[in-house]
């Protein structure tokens, strides 16, 4: 029993963590099956964020599991975040899974599915499950399962109180990894062939303060921005309330960083991001689009947004939208408030209604994707930067894998290149030429 295959549900942080125990089971002799059509192995990296991500997770472990009862698959194995977010109900729930096992067991993985067999070790550790504390090395084997790009983590956990969050007591405090661990890791991956660096963290801002006593992402893209065979630098998840004119002139010395930055607000009203507990506030997204605007003028901005959180009022959801069309993010995502049992906000007063909330995402959404729309009608005509993640897709340097818009060619292409843009779909993605 060597063959497994992965499902990896959420963020591009679980895919990292796919890739690494991914690594190191095929370091030990198991068998990838990449396609997952006979796997005797699946493990199924769970994400428990919101509850979307668990009725995800739990409709894809019960799929699993009917596989495994008509004889498809001999073992199902469950770990990620959901484990640490609500690991009785997965007992309780799912008597027929073989294991399930926290994040910070994820490297011993294939000693763990080893003694299945032998011992029928099954749950182990999980009365003493706390949030995690184990952080990637690039002294791990790691399994690549994207193209041309590839996910850098370079911290993981968080501090932050945010009200509506709840990945503190999945991922644990913040804490970083070492600089010269993390070139070591890019350097391998340029040895493979990734051309594209996507940094990612809970909080990018807030890299290297837990090990060199202040935020250290200026200097790490300044040692990245070294690294022969790296052609893209893509920075994602920066809170607003560190966005700084120190780091904004390391990214302007930078030749390698992508012109897109990632900077989710959670909204534009004063009084919502205080019942949020956002660090800064209204000043703090203002002061960072501004920095932006103002010394990076030709980068896009990604931005996100909750609609619906307890207390806001269709006043505040103007403000919203006012904020969008003052500073013009050219990428918008919106999420519906989810109330999470857990999180601090689940105890507010003044729940909107859900739908009232579906109501304000439809209002909010029109003036996004009329921003989004115009920028987009810009872009044709242009020649720019498009990353290839399939001979016949890619995507402008202005978005990041999946979650942006892509651009389609007709002919094969490949590599990182130069593209005049020729038209648009109706959906919003862009035709290459």
Known sequence: MKKFSVITLGCPKNQVDSEVFTGILTSHGYEFDIEGESPDIVIINTCGFIQDAIDESFATIEHVL??????????????????????????????DVDLVVGIDEEPRLHKLIDELDSRKLIRPGLKTLKPSTWIHSSRLPRMLLTPIYAYVKVAEGCNRKCAFCVIPKMRGRYRSREIGDIVNEVEMLTRVGVEEIILIAQDLTLYGYDLYRTPQLDKLIRELNKVEGVKLIRLMYLHPGSVTKKLIDAIKESDKVAKYLHIPIQHASDRVLRLMKRAGGRKSVERAFKLVRDELPDFFIRTEAIV?????????????????????????????????????????????????ITDRMAEVMVSAEEIMRGVQESLVGKE??????????????????????????????????????TGITGEGDLLGD
């Open 66 to 95: 009917e596989l495994k009862k008509s004889k498809k698959v001999k073992r199902v194995v469950v770990t990620g975040c959901l484990v640490h977010r609500i690991k009785d109900k997965i007992l309780e729930r799912f008597k």
């Open 308 to 356: 619906g959180f307890p207390g806001e009022t269709s006043e505040d959801v103007d403000t919203l939208i006012d904020l969008l069309y003052q500073y013009r993010p050219e990428r918008i995502a919106l999420f519906p408030y989810s109330d999470e049992p857990e999180a601090a906000s689940y105890r507010l007063p003044r729940k909107v209604p859900l739908d009232e």
């Open 384 to 421: 720019v930067t498009v990353i290839m993640d399939s001979e016949l897709e890619g995507r402008t340097e202005y978005d990041a894998p999946e979650i942006d818009f892509t651009v389609k060619f007709k002919k094969p292409r490949r590599g990182i290149r130069k593209v005049k843009i």
